[in-house]
């Protein structure tokens, strides 16, 4: 069953300098899965995520032939009804829990606040759940996270307290937007571990934005490239090795590998007609 | 010198490498086009270049002597021969106004040349060299800034006794800290960069890096801050020539026109009512010149 | 972790005794100079030679410069501040007796500064870059270059002379003074006590124009920073993750990013409480306001020494006063510092 359809998703942002075309003509669809989007920095794949949630800045113009979640159409969606989506139905997992997270109400109230917001609810019922949810997300000791404001909780800490946020609601998609490209190497893991259970728990897809493609390989099932602002190969994850578009095989050459040591690492070259041409899938 | 150069103008480094001169009237040339594409800069700009024009072409614009009295027509109201009307002895309140941008122009210069190097002096050594000097310069510019400036200008000027050298130098007195704690600020993120460092290693004195490297990466700010200081200091000088104790009459001083002419307010309103907006629309040109020239230096702020 | 605060406070302690012996300093300086002969002022132009002598000695102006400076650094430590010239009262005591009038005027100043600046900076803050928001600059910028004086008395030609909506100078109508008790010295409040409405709505009068005008300035300061506090704020990544959650936009921007500059805007209204001060000496003036500043250029203009002195003094201790405070209200109020 397709959750989420986007067909010829464009973005453009208003700069000094001019329109900056950032997505160009993005189409996929999402069913129950965990989807990667990859790229390097600047490819849009940020932005990407950003729009299906239409949270881009107001100088952005999006437009798509289709952004349809479930019976609903995104784009005709307007403020109340996009509000009643975001958190409930889509919500979004950010990349550093530094700054994701409000420096002056404690962590709690934030949890809880993500669950208030959507339902009819009691504080103290509201409490509760965000007490269970710590829990879920394998805090020792919610009761005292619950009253501690983000600087002084740690990175890993912070994440899943974030994560915590993102998956009380229930929603039917979770965004992470580089999830653990912030935290230390020894806690990543941890994090992914908590995010996997939770989504299979709830039964929730999952879009993944990252640049790391070894991480992607593992972790997800199907992987979208993306290159200048397009996607220019939609790809199972276990097939990355037989990828057919150059620019992927260029990704997956250039990662260091500990089993295939390399006296260098290839570069990439790049091709200007990757700008332009279609993708097959 | 060249370094700072191409650390500023990155995108004009390769040109730069040609011909200097060139790249800075033409980055000056578009920052100027960039100030005046916002409207609100535009006419601070316009409102600046209207006061040079009054006070250097005074007597081609004015109707009337400013020092002339007319017994005759005393406390007339505006007309078409009197503009803004006549003041107590029947002298023109117009031309009155556009001598008194000279007065004004001389108070924002005078003001200026002396609180900006003194600030930038004091604030990039205090910056550069830390350690007591820092401490001690700090110190004495906290002790300046633990007064509101108006009340230590009103201070010295009773000290020094009425007038508009003294009320110019009260006011340069009371305005140099701030500037001396922008220029601080600005040399301490300036002092352990790059091309700072660069150059300390190449064996260039502290003299050298101080006056060829931090000051003149502190200028664009300080231009800022100074601008916007102008606009403080007409208001500083109006208010002080509002007490009586700045300029001295019969000198066309707009705070003094007020003062005299809160006598007769109630009757003769454009006595106080011109010479208020003439004060309010200079000082508004500076703030929005000031305003912008920020945008243009500092894009996050806008 | 406690000796590194130890010596904090130790550090800011040291600054504030410095920054207090300068402003004695200062004032010491500004006195000597003043070009009107103290004696004179004391005794009058009439008297002879010998008594001018004798108070010439009374005063320790034959000794030398650093001896009087000790003289006065004592004096003043032990808070005798000398008498005026003027009322023949000590200055502390005049002082003390024109601050409730100032307070009262500035009091409801901040209230308007803070009643009319803070939405208008979220406002400009939240709708940036479009049409609202360069109006609020415009209207800032506006308060920021319009001679406080002038307004005022614009204020008192319209709203006095043509329109009689507002009294005239004075804190109250002739007809009222002395017809209340004086619990306080806020005759907002005094009328109210006393149960005399006709006299609080005169005290109101009295006191709205100069108030608003006063206030005029602070909202154009506390606007201004509210925008650029909120901007800030507005930017950072924790009010996405509130837009995900699907919270309103009120709710983004008041409960989370408003939240955020609260302890900021308490500082601020503190310096701007300072600022009230400076903008008091002037209107006061215009309004004849019976209060500090109108006492502080009174004094000026006869050349009484102790009275500018003292006063001037008086207005840096409140702003060092002010300062403290405003960084007190930070460390108290913030998570993060606690």
Same mark, same amino acid.
């Given at each position: 069953?397709?959750? #989420?359809?986007?067909?010829?998703?464009?973005?453009?942002f208003r700069t000094d300098e001019g329109l900056k075309?950032?997505?160009?003509?993005?189409?996929?669809?999402?069913?129950?899965?965990?989807?990667?989007?990859?790229?390097?920095?600047?490819?849009?794949?940020?932005?990407?995520?950003?729009?299906?949630? $239409?949270?881009?800045?107001?100088s952005?113009?999006?437009?798509?032939?289709?952004?349809?979640?479930?019976?609903?159409?995104?784009?005709?969606?307007?403020?109340?009804?996009?509000?009643?989506?975001?958190?409930?139905?889509?919500?979004?997992?950010?990349?550093?829990?530094?700054?994701?997270?409000?420096?002056?109400?404690?962590?709690?109230?934030?949890?809880?606040?993500?669950?208030?917001?959507?339902?009819?609810?009691? $504080?103290?019922?509201?409490?509760?759940?965000?007490?269970?949810?710590?829990?879920?997300?394998?805090?020792?000791?919610?009761?005292?996270?619950?009253?501690?404001?983000?600087?002084?909780?740690?990175?890993?800490?912070?994440?899943?307290?974030?994560?915590?946020?993102?998956?009380?609601?229930?929603?039917?998609?979770?965004?992470?937007?580089?999830?653990?490209?912030?935290?230390?190497?020894?806690?990543?893991?941890?994090? #992914?571990?908590?995010?996997?259970?939770?989504?299979?728990?709830?039964?929730?897809?999952?879009?993944?934005?990252?640049?790391?493609?070894?991480?992607?390989?593992?972790?997800?099932? $199907?992987?979208?490239?993306?290159?200048?602002?397009?996607?220019?190969?939609?790809?199972?994850?276990?097939?990355?090795?037989?990828?057919?578009?150059?620019?992927?095989?260029?990704?997956?050459?250039?990662?260091?590998?500990?089993?295939?040591? $390399?006296?260098?690492?290839?570069?990439?070259?790049?091709?200007?007609?990757?700008?332009?041409?279609?993708?097959?899938? | 010198m060249k370094n700072a150069e191409v650390v500023r103008n990155s995108d004009y480094s390769l040109k730069a490498r040609h011909n200097p001169e060139y790249t800075r009237v033409a980055l000056f040339v578009k920052s100027f086009k960039k100030l005046c594409r916002n409207p609100l800069s535009a006419s601070g700009v316009i409102i600046v270049a209207l006061l040079l024009i009054?006070?250097?072409?005074?007597?081609?614009?004015?109707?009337?002597?400013?020092?002339?009295?007319?017994?005759?027509?005393?406390?007339?109201?505006?007309?078409?021969?009197?503009?803004?009307?006549?003041?107590?002895?029947?002298?023109?309140? +117009?031309?009155?106004?556009?001598?008194?941008?000279?007065?004004?122009?001389?108070?924002i210069f005078?003001?200026t040349i002396?609180v900006g190097p003194?600030g930038l002096?004091?604030?990039?050594?205090?910056?550069?060299?830390?350690?007591?000097?820092?401490?001690?310069?700090?110190?004495?510019?906290?002790? +300046?800034?633990?007064?509101?400036?108006?009340?230590?200008?009103?201070?010295?000027?009773?000290?020094?006794?009425?007038?508009?050298?003294?009320?110019?130098?009260?006011?340069?007195?009371?305005?140099?800290?701030?500037v001396?704690?922008l220029a601080?600020a600005e040399t301490?993120t300036l002092?352990?960069s790059?091309y700072?460092?660069?150059?300390?290693?190449?064996?260039?004195?502290?003299?050298?890096?101080? +006056?060829h490297y931090i000051s003149l990466m502190c200028l664009p700010s300080l231009i800022v801050r100074l601008t916007m200081n102008m606009a403080?200091?007409?208001?500083?000088?109006?208010?002080?020539?509002?007490?009586?104790?700045?300029?001295?009459?019969?000198?066309?001083?707009?705070?003094?026109?007020?003062?005299?002419?809160?006598?007769?307010?109630?009757?003769?309103?454009?006595?106080?009512?011109?010479?208020?907006?003439?004060?309010?629309?200079v000082s508004l040109a500076f703030n929005l010149l000031g305003d912008g020239l920020r945008d243009l230096l500092d894009p996050r702020t806008e | 972790?406690?000796?590194?605060?130890?010596?904090?406070?130790?550090?800011?302690?040291?600054?504030?005794?410095?920054?207090?012996?300068?402003?004695?300093?200062?004032?010491?300086?500004?006195?000597?100079?003043?070009? !009107?002969?103290?004696?004179?002022?004391?005794?009058?132009?009439?008297?002879?030679?010998?008594?001018?002598?004798?108070?010439?000695?009374?005063?320790?102006?034959?000794?030398?410069?650093?001896?009087?400076?000790?003289?006065?650094?004592?004096?003043?430590?032990?808070?005798?501040?000398?008498?005026?010239?003027?009322?023949?009262?000590?200055?502390?005591?005049? !002082?003390?007796?024109?601050?409730?009038?100032?307070?009262?005027?500035?009091?409801?100043?901040?209230?308007?500064?803070?009643?009319?600046?803070?939405?208008?900076?979220?406002?400009?803050?939240?709708?940036r870059g479009?049409?609202?928001d360069h109006?609020?600059r415009l209207?800032?910028l506006?308060?920021?270059?319009?001679?406080?004086?002038?307004?005022?008395?614009?204020?008192?030609? !319209?709203?006095? @002379?043509?329109?009689?909506?507002?009294?005239?100078?004075?804190?109250?109508?002739? @007809?009222?003074?002395?017809?209340?008790?004086?619990?306080?010295?806020?005759?907002?409040?005094?009328?109210?006590?006393?149960?005399? !409405?006709?006299?609080?709505?005169?005290?109101?009068?009295?006191?709205?124009?100069?108030?608003?005008?006063?206030?005029?300035?602070?909202?154009?300061?506390?606007?201004r920073?509210?925008?650029s506090?909120?901007l800030?704020?507005?930017?950072?990544?924790?009010?996405?993750?509130?837009?995900?959650?699907?919270?309103?936009?009120?709710?983004?921007?008041?409960?989370?990013?408003?939240?955020?500059?609260?302890?900021?805007?308490?500082?601020?209204?503190?310096?701007?409480?300072?600022?009230?001060?400076?903008? @008091?000496?002037?209107?006061?003036?215009?309004?004849?306001?019976?209060?500090?500043?109108?006492?502080?250029?009174?004094?000026?203009?006869?050349?009484?020494?102790?009275?500018?002195?003292?006063?001037?003094?008086?207005?840096?201790?409140?702003?060092?006063?002010?300062?403290?405070?405003?960084?007190?209200?930070?460390?108290?109020?913030?998570?993060?510092?606690?």
């Amino acid at each position: 069953m397709d959750v #989420l359809t986007v067909e010829k998703l464009n973005v453009t942002f208003r700069t000094d300098e001019g329109l900056k075309h950032a997505v160009r003509d993005v189409s996929f669809t999402l069913r129950n899965e965990k989807l990667a989007i990859v790229g390097e920095s600047g490819s849009g794949k940020s932005t990407v995520g950003k729009a299906i949630l $239409r949270l881009n800045p107001p100088s952005t113009r999006v437009t798509a032939e289709k952004l349809q979640f479930g019976k609903t159409n995104l784009l005709a969606c307007n403020e109340k009804e996009i509000r009643a989506i975001r958190g409930q139905h889509i919500s979004m997992i950010m990349q550093d829990p530094k700054f994701s997270l409000n420096p002056v109400m404690t962590v709690g109230e934030q949890i809880s606040e993500a669950l208030s917001v959507h339902r009819n609810i009691s $504080r103290r019922e509201a409490k509760e759940a965000a007490l269970e949810m710590l829990k879920e997300v394998s805090i020792a000791d919610p009761e005292h996270v619950y009253s501690q404001y983000p600087h002084e909780i740690s990175g890993g800490m912070g994440q899943r307290v974030m994560i915590a946020m993102m998956v009380i609601p229930e929603p039917d998609i979770i965004i992470a937007d580089e999830p653990t490209s912030a935290l230390d190497v020894s806690v990543q893991q941890d994090v #992914l571990n908590i995010l996997t259970r939770l989504i299979e728990k709830k039964n929730i897809s999952l879009i993944f934005i990252s640049h790391d493609l070894n991480l992607v390989k593992k972790f997800c099932d $199907r992987v979208l490239v993306m290159y200048g602002g397009r996607v220019v190969e939609s790809i199972k994850a276990n097939e990355l090795s037989n990828a057919s578009h150059p620019y992927t095989r260029g990704l997956m050459e250039s990662l260091p590998s500990l089993k295939h040591r $390399r006296e260098t690492l290839p570069v990439m070259t790049r091709d200007q007609n990757w700008l332009t041409q279609e993708y097959t899938t | 010198m060249k370094n700072a150069e191409v650390v500023r103008n990155s995108d004009y480094s390769l040109k730069a490498r040609h011909n200097p001169e060139y790249t800075r009237v033409a980055l000056f040339v578009k920052s100027f086009k960039k100030l005046c594409r916002n409207p609100l800069s535009a006419s601070g700009v316009i409102i600046v270049a209207l006061l040079l024009i009054c006070a250097i072409a005074a007597p081609l614009i004015a109707t009337h002597n400013p020092l002339e009295q007319d017994l005759a027509r005393v406390l007339a109201s505006p007309s078409l021969a009197h503009w803004f009307g006549t003041d107590e002895y029947g002298r023109d309140v +117009f031309s009155r106004l556009v001598y008194g941008s000279r007065v004004t122009l001389y108070i924002i210069f005078l003001v200026t040349i002396i609180v900006g190097p003194v600030g930038l002096l004091v604030g990039t050594m205090s910056g550069y060299f830390g350690g007591w000097v820092d401490s001690v310069f700090m110190r004495i510019t906290d002790i +300046f800034i633990s007064f509101p400036s108006l009340v230590l200008a009103l201070a010295f000027v009773a000290a020094l006794g009425p007038g508009l050298e003294h009320a110019v130098i009260a006011i340069a007195i009371t305005s140099w800290p701030p500037v001396a704690r922008l220029a601080r600020a600005e040399t301490l993120t300036l002092r352990n960069s790059d091309y700072v460092v660069a150059a300390q290693l190449q064996g260039a004195s502290a003299c050298r890096v101080l +006056f060829h490297y931090i000051s003149l990466m502190c200028l664009p700010s300080l231009i800022v801050r100074l601008t916007m200081n102008m606009a403080t200091v007409i208001l500083t000088a109006a208010a002080l020539g509002f007490l009586g104790l700045g300029a001295q009459p019969p000198l066309p001083e707009w705070g003094a026109m007020i003062s005299t002419g809160r006598s007769y307010m109630l009757e003769s309103w454009w006595l106080v009512a011109f010479p208020g907006a003439a004060i309010m629309l200079v000082s508004l040109a500076f703030n929005l010149l000031g305003d912008g020239l920020r945008d243009l230096l500092d894009p996050r702020t806008e | 972790m406690i000796r590194s605060r130890v010596s904090r406070v130790t550090k800011k302690t040291g600054v504030i005794l410095i920054t207090l012996f300068g402003l004695l300093t200062m004032t010491f300086v500004i006195g000597r100079l003043m070009p !009107i002969d103290p004696v004179l002022a004391v005794i009058g132009p009439d008297a002879d030679s010998s008594t001018y002598q004798q108070v010439f000695d009374e005063m320790g102006l034959g000794k030398p410069i650093w001896v009087q400076y000790y003289y006065y650094l004592q004096d003043m430590l032990s808070g005798d501040f000398g008498r005026a010239i003027l009322t023949g009262s000590p200055v502390i005591d005049d !002082i003390l007796r024109v601050l409730p009038a100032t307070i009262e005027l500035a009091s409801i100043a901040i209230m308007v500064g803070v009643g009319l600046g803070v939405p208008l900076g979220v406002y400009a803050a939240t709708h940036r870059g479009r049409l609202g928001d360069h109006l609020t600059r415009l209207i800032t910028l506006f308060g920021y270059s319009t001679p406080v004086f002038w307004v005022g008395m614009v204020g008192l030609i !319209i709203f006095y @002379a043509w329109l009689n909506w507002a009294g005239a100078a004075g804190r109250i109508g002739f @007809a009222y003074d002395g017809m209340f008790t004086s619990y306080t010295g806020f005759y907002l409040v005094d009328t109210l006590l006393s149960g005399n !409405i006709e006299a609080f709505v005169s005290a109101l009068r009295h006191i709205a124009l100069p108030a608003l005008i006063l206030g005029l300035n602070s909202v154009s300061f506390i606007g201004r920073m509210t925008r650029s506090f909120m901007l800030e704020q507005l930017s950072q990544e924790y009010i996405k993750t509130a837009r995900v959650k699907g919270l309103s936009e009120r709710s983004v921007i008041w409960k989370h990013a408003f939240k955020n500059i609260r302890v900021q805007l308490l500082t601020i209204v503190a310096l701007a409480y300072g600022g009230l001060l400076e903008g @008091a000496v002037l209107i006061e003036t215009v309004f004849a306001w019976p209060g500090f500043g109108q006492y502080l250029t009174d004094s000026l203009l006869m050349g009484d020494m102790n009275a500018v002195m003292a006063s001037v003094l008086f207005i840096g201790l409140v702003f060092v006063f002010l300062n403290l405070l405003s960084d007190a209200l930070y460390k108290m109020f913030d998570p993060r510092t606690q």
